[in-house]
């Protein structure tokens, strides 16, 4: 897979997405649009240049999170599990072309054993399935994730600093904030179908 490079953009075909510009991102996992066949189950972030101001990252494992949750209520789990629990509908990109609707599960296991995520924290261009489990478990999810878990991570990259990850969730603050000067974060981002090796 390629090497994107995030950074504030005015070009037309990343206009519109949030990587590309000053503003926060909430907590996700990458590729949570992505078919059943297309997920991403590693990551890479290198930092090439940080953000004056800002631009930092919390992160959480995803087996954290279960583990959160199945404390609260396995039935959490098991609506998270649900394959139809998360539904982010088609998508025309600025570039023309038409992302397929996404239908699956928030928490998968694959053949071998490993725990993999889907999620977004966004609130628009997305649909719970809709029971009260599922209600109360993305209820449940929302404030593990604002909250103050002593297994979160907070960092904010220096330049030549990275992280190489299972696709755990992220989240970014805002950086740079004063739009009359450029900003010259720039980040690096590769994604990855399989698994850390050996991890
Ligand atoms: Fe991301």
């Not at 953009?9 to 649009?33: C, F, K, L, V």
């Not at 297309?38 to 930092?47: F, K, N, P, S, W």
């Not at 990259?157 to 805002?174: D, E, F």
């Amino acid at each position: 897979m390629g090497i994107v490079a995030l950074q504030v953009s005015r070009a037309e075909r990343q206009r519109g997405y949030i990587p590309y510009t000053r503003r926060p991102i909430n907590w996700h996992t990458d590729g949570y649009y992505n078919g059943p066949d297309e997920r991403i189950r590693a990551m890479v972030l290198h930092c090439v240049r940080p953000a004056e101001d800002g631009g930092v990252n919390q992160l959480l494992d995803p087996e954290i999170a279960y583990i959160r949750l199945r404390d609260r209520d396995p039935a959490h789990i098991k609506a998270l599990m649900h394959p139809e629990a998360m539904t982010i509908p088609e998508n025309r990109e600025p570039d023309g072309t038409l992302r397929p609707v996404s239908i699956g599960p928030v928490f998968s296991i694959d053949p071998d054993g490993s725990l993999v995520m889907r999620y977004t924290a966004r609130t628009r261009s997305i649909s719970w399935r809709d029971t009260p489990e599922t209600t109360a478990a993305v209820r449940a999810l929302t404030e593990i994730l604002n909250g103050d878990d002593p297994m979160m991570l907070t960092v904010r990259m220096k330049a030549g600093q990275g992280v190489l990850c299972n696709n755990v969730l992220h989240n970014r603050t805002g950086f740079d904030p004063d739009a009359s000067a450029e900003s010259r974060r720039l980040l690096f981002r590769v994604r990855f179908h399989n698994r850390v090796k050996g991890s």
